[in-house]
Structure formats: structure tokens, C-alpha cells
């Protein structure tokens, strides 16, 4: 498959292109170069995509959960003074 380049340095991705990359209108895409010379098209992501990706069986950590942790870590930190 081939695409022109405009005079503004533009190219239309192909249609089967677009379709393999799911790729909508507004949608954005990176361009990766290769040590080798070759070029890589994959489309943007948001963020918002990867959520569900991983499933996890653990419930969530709760602020009290979390302020615990930092004092324990806090605590592990801490110089330990020798006492004479």
C-alpha cells in the first residue's frame, strides 16, 4: 500500500490500515524510527484504555491501609539511637 505526501508533508493512512489500527477520525498516532531505518505507526492510546487491562483479585487499599504503611516505613527508616 502506498500514500502520497502533500506539499504540507501529510499522507492519508490507507483505509486497511485504519481499519487493522481501529483508527477513528481525531484519533492520534506515534512514530517510532528504528536503528535500522524502519518506521513504526501505532496509534495513541489514552489512558483511559488501559483500564480493565490487568485483573486483580485484591481489594483496594484503604487511606488507613496506606497511612500505616508509611508509618512502618517511617519507623524502618529511622536511625536507631545505641543507648550507653
Do not use: Y
Not at 477520525?25 to 501505532?42: M, T, W
Amino acid at each position: 500500500m502506498d500514500s502520497a505526501i502533500t506539499t504540507k508533508g501529510q499522507a492519508t493512512i490507507p483505509k486497511a490500515i485504519r481499519e487493522h489500527l481501529k483508527l477513528k477520525p481525531g484519533d492520534r498516532v506515534k512514530f517510532f524510527v528504528h536503528p535500522n531505518g524502519s518506521v513504526v505507526l501505532l496509534p495513541k492510546l489514552p489512558a483511559s484504555a488501559l483500564r480493565g487491562m490487568l485483573k486483580s483479585s485484591r481489594r483496594g487499599v484503604t487511606v488507613e491501609m496506606m497511612n500505616d504503611a508509611v508509618a512502618e516505613g517511617a519507623i524502618a527508616a529511622s536511625p536507631r539511637r545505641k543507648r550507653r
